[in-house]
């Protein structure tokens, strides 16, 4: 195996959780976040001979991954499905592990139903980028990333409640 094709691995390797939650992000079936999920893999493998370094590797995944989603979803012209089959109150008997499991898969439904920026603040968001740093992957000021972060999170709560669930 090239030298190349190895750090690619590695950095792959590195990274799947990133690829990981994007796909769960943009798609909510589990299906369709793998089908995204090997798609974005591919946009990767594809143009990681055009990365110039002249970012953090990591950032040029993100990058990809993002628009990867976005293309994916124009392409496809997936909607989200309604979630009105989706328990309203998780029963007390689970234990903490089944309980976060629900809750993430709730909170990644609700994300669902954001627009496509929305959906990259809150990633950015949950991979603990500053206001500054989603700002310049967006191509926004960084006043106005704070400003549709915080949009988006009042957005998110308001679903969220509107779903049966408490916060």
Same mark, same amino acid.
């Given at each position: ?11 792959? &390797? ?17 299906? /369709?976040?793998? /089908? ?39 392409? &496809?012209?997936?909607?989200? &499905?309604?979630? /009105? ?12 592990? /089944? &309980? ?68």
């Amino acid at each position: 195996m090239k030298a190349k094709e190895q750090e690619f691995l590695i950095h792959l &390797e590195q990274h799947k959780g990133m690829l990981h939650k994007v796909s769960k992000i943009y798609m909510d079936d589990k299906d /369709d976040q793998q /089908d995204l999920f090997q798609e974005i893999i591919y946009q990767l493998w594809k143009s990681h001979n055009e990365f110039k370094g002249n970012s953090q590797l990591s950032t040029w995944m993100y990058r990809v991954a993002i628009n990867t989603s976005i293309v994916y979803l124009k392409k &496809e012209k997936r909607k989200p &499905e309604k979630f /009105d089959s989706f328990p309203e109150n998780i029963p007390e008997e689970e234990n903490d592990s /089944d &309980e976060k499991e629900s809750q993430l898969a709730h909170f990644y439904k609700a994300i669902q139903k954001l627009n496509k920026i929305e959906k990259a603040i809150i990633f950015y968001q949950l991979e603990g980028f500053s206001h500054k740093e989603i700002g310049n992957h967006l191509g926004i000021s960084e006043g106005n990333a704070r400003v549709k972060l915080n949009r988006a999170k009042d957005k998110l709560k308001t679903i969220i409640k509107s779903q049966g669930y408490e916060l």
